[in-house]
Every structure is written in structure tokens, then in C-alpha cells.
């Protein structure tokens, strides 16, 4: 099913918006990566992962870093590092090579040498801000106006036990689950700002004690963002391939997803409820029993 054919068929009651919304999430995992997920995990791939301790190196060199690469991996994106920038300083490996003895060599003669770590050298590394030009490739976004949503999913939140805060030092991620705790990143657009709400709040309704336990982070990051992505569309918030995108970015699948199925759609359907206005009487009792119309229906 298309978003077209979602948008003709009208889904007239809450569960059947939210199976359409799932049929169209999981049939966007079973087309494969988007082009921006690809172009994305190309130019991530150029990145280094770092050990815990120059990670901490570059903590405490520049707090506000985010995406770190050397001088000539910076060139390679399309990026030049910025005339009298500073290097952040930190520990290169120097790997060395040392040959086997001829005996141990001659009982497998494909692995006659040993690549062995031999010292550390200084190294510059450089944050994206230290740089300019081309943009990165990146993922979708979603982007629409979720109107009043975000406040009342807030009270539903609030609602359920949850506390709710807004925390700059969680960045680079977006939302943050603590059990008990949502902590958001401030500055997000309205839209993002509801989907990662909606994200975080399905982390704390489903993965939490023996059900943390009892599944992989895979599937948890799976379930979160396609609750995000149902619950989104039925507000009307345009996603694109912004779902799917961080689904398999965690390498999930529409396998995963559809073994999940029966948690997601409850779970979006309990959230969707508590999006829903409190629907007031028009008229107060005592004024109904005033009205001679009124008690002559009854």
C-alpha cells in the first residue's frame, strides 16, 4: 500500500490508521536502504571509531564536538579544515610487524607474519565545526506541525509517572530513556520534538524490567521508532523514509518489526488515546434537567 492509497482509502477508525501506518513502514524496510541512508553510511564509514580513552580526550579538549575525522579524511568528504584551527590532540596507534619462527611459519605459510601494536604517536583530529564545505550527507527528517499534540502527549507522559526534562547535555542524541526519566534535547523542530517524545515514551512503556532483559537493542530500537513513525502520521507529521531509515540504521527489518507487531500496534494505540481531547458537555446537568426538550427525549 501506497501513502496515496492510505490517504484514498480514508482509515476511519484508529486501528485501521494504525495498520496502514504499519503496512506502509514495514513495506518502506522491505524496499532496502533509501538513497540518503546509503549516501549517509558511505560518508559515516570515512569516521574512525575511537577507544573510550581518546574519546575522553576529545571531551575534555572541546565539549561541543560532535563529528571528529583528520585532516586528510576531512579533505576526502569535501571539507577543509578551517585556517588556524586547533587540533584535538590524541593517541595514535604505530602498528609494527613481527615474523614468525621459520617452524610456526611453515605449519600455515598464510600467517607468517603478526601485526602487533608496537607504540602510540600524537595525532590532530579535527570537529566539523573546524571545517567548511560541502554538507554531509544525511538522513530524512520528519517535519509537519503536530499543533497541540506535543503538550498533550507532555500531560499523557506526566500522566503515566513519567518525569519529563529538557537537557542540552544529552547531545548529541535527541532523547534520552531513563526509566521513570525522558530527558529531550531543547531546540528541536515541533515535529521532531514529538517524534522523539513519542520514541522515548514507547522505550519506557515496553522496555523496561524483565522485557529489557528479554530483548536486543535492535528490536527495542526497532519497536520505539515504529511506534514513533504510527503514532506521527496519525498526527499528520510527514516522515518520508525518516522511520525506516533509523530502523535500519540499527539494522532492523520488516522481519523484525512484524514479529513486534502486536507490542507496536498496542502500544501507538494507548498513546494515540491519550492525544485525544477531553470532550466536554455542551451543557451542564442542571441545565438539562431544566430544558422540557431535553427531559421529554429522555
Known amino acids: 500500500m501506497t501513502a496515496n492509497a492510505i ?46 580513552g581518546n574519546v575522553l580526550e576529545i571531551a575534555r579538549q572541546m565539549p561541543t564536538a560532535t563529528r ?3 585532516f586528510w579524511a576531512w579533505k576526502n568528504l569535501g571539507r577543509s579544515v578551517n585556517a588556524g584551527a586547533k587540533g584535538i590532540r590524541i593517541l595514535a596507534p604505530i602498528v609494527g610487524v613481527r615474523r ?3 617452524v610456526e611459519a611453515e605449519k600455515d605459510i598464510t600467517k607468517q607474519n603478526e601485526r602487533v601494536l608496537v607504540d602510540f604517536r600524537n595525532a590532530y583530529v579535527f570537529d566539523i565545526s573546524q571545517t567548511n564545505g560541502v554538507d554531509l550527507p544525511s538522513m530524512h527528517e520528519v517535519s509537519g506541525d503536530p499543533g497541540e499534540n506535543i503538550e498533550r ?31 529531550i534535547l ?9 517524534s522523539t517524545l513519542v520514541h522515548e515514551t514507547a522505550h519506557e512503556m515496553l522496555h523496561k524490567a524483565e522485557r529489557r532483559t528479554a530483548t536486543t537493542k ?26 525506516a531509515d533509523y530502523i535500519q540504521l540499527y539494522h532492523g527489518n520488516a522481519s ?9 500496534q498496542q502500544t501507538a494505540s494507548v498513546i494515540l488515546g491519550g492525544l485525544e481531547p477531553a470532550v466536554a458537555s455542551e451543557e451542564t446537568p442542571q441545565q438539562q434537567e431544566e430544558d422540557p426538550e431535553l427531559q421529554e427525549a429522555a
Open 100 to 102: 614468525k619462527k621459520a
Open 218 to 243: 535492535t528490536a527495542r530500537e526497532t519497536e520505539a521508532e515504529a511506534v514513533a513513525f504510527v503514532v506521527g502520521k496519525a498526527v499528520g507529521l510527514v516522515n518520508g523514509t525518516a522511520s
Open 186 to 194: 531543547p531546540g528541536q523542530t515541533k515535529a521532531e520534538e514529538f
Open 7 to 52: 490517504d484514498s482509502k480514508k482509515p476511519t477508525t484508529k486501528q485501521e490508521l494504525i495498520a496502514a501506518n504499519v503496512k506502509l513502514l514495514i513495506e518502506q524496510l522491505e524496499a532496502g536502504h533509501s538513497e540518503a541512508l546509503t549516501d549517509y553510511l558511505t560518508a559515516m564509514s570515512r569516521f574512525h571509531n575511537y577507544s573510550f
Open 153 to 183: 502527549l507532555a500531560a499523557f507522559i506526566k500522566g503515566q509517572g513519567i518525569q519529563l526534562v529538557y537537557n542540552p547535555k544529552i547531545a548529541p542524541a535527541l532523547g534520552m530513556s531513563y526509566g521513570g526519566r525522558i530527558a
Open 68 to 70: 571528529v575525522a583528520g
Open 256 to 264: 523484525l518489526l512484524a514479529e513486534s507487531l502486536e507490542v507496536i
